[in-house]
């Protein structure tokens, strides 16, 4: 599972983690977040989100 960080703010969402402020669940991936979800500190919406892929089980090229 992935981490997304937010570029404005700096909090990182854990899919692993959840968000309990919002009543998302752990293990629910950033990709099916709600379209109206937003960072519970700063409140950005998902756009200015980046990291790591949802699936990090495939590895780095050449690895």
């Given at each position: 599972?992935?981490?997304?960080?937010?570029?404005?703010?700096?909090?990182?969402?854990?899919?692993?983690?959840?968000?309990?402020?919002?009543?998302?669940?752990?293990?629910?991936?950033?990709?099916?977040?709600?379209?109206?979800?937003?960072?519970?500190?700063?409140?950005s919406?998902?756009?200015?989100?980046?990291?790591?892929?949802?699936?990090?089980?495939?590895?780095?090229?050449?690895?």
């Amino acid at each position: 599972m992935g981490k997304q960080q937010c570029t404005v703010c700096g909090f990182v969402y854990d899919s692993e983690q959840g968000d309990h402020l919002s009543g998302i669940e752990p293990g629910t991936t950033f990709t099916v977040l709600p379209e109206d979800w937003r960072c519970p500190i700063c409140r950005s919406g998902k756009s200015v989100f980046e990291g790591e892929a949802e699936d990090d089980a495939q590895g780095s090229p050449g690895q």
